[in-house]
Nanobody
């Protein structure tokens, strides 16, 4: 599975951005797709994920109520709508695919995109 993330950029605090992640290749193997982020000097962390079959979603507490993950199975694309952005949301955002049912676990993700930078200014 190959992944192409896009949509990052610069936003002001309180603003919005929408990330996209398009999957190609052996997409029939997708069980779930997730978003992760890595800020400078910090470890990569789970942000959100979506079950590819039943649309069930998962979020880290810090983004609940502000971020919304969704998917378009016909386009093999996942989205992350990010509203009410905060400076602490600044990071490189990665999308990834898991063929495991443990969708909220970073360790279960096998295929990774190249990352897209999100910068939120105060």
């Amino acid at each position: 599975v190959q992944l192409q993330a896009s949509g990052g950029g610069l936003a002001q605090a309180g603003g919005s951005l929408r990330l996209s992640c398009a999957a190609s290749g052996r997409t029939f193997r997708i069980y779930g797709m997730g978003w992760f982020r890595q800020a400078p000097g910090k470890e990569r962390e789970f942000v959100s994920a979506i079950d590819w079959s039943d649309d069930y979603t998962y979020y880290v507490d810090s983004v609940k109520g502000r971020f919304t993950v969704s998917r378009d199975t016909a386009k093999n694309t996942m989205y992350l709508q990010m509203n009410s952005l905060k400076p602490e949301d600044t990071a490189v955002y990665y999308c990834a695919v898991t063929t495991s049912s443990f969708i909220a676990s970073l360790d279960e993700y096998t295929y990774w995109g190249q990352g897209t930078l999100v910068t939120v200014s105060s």
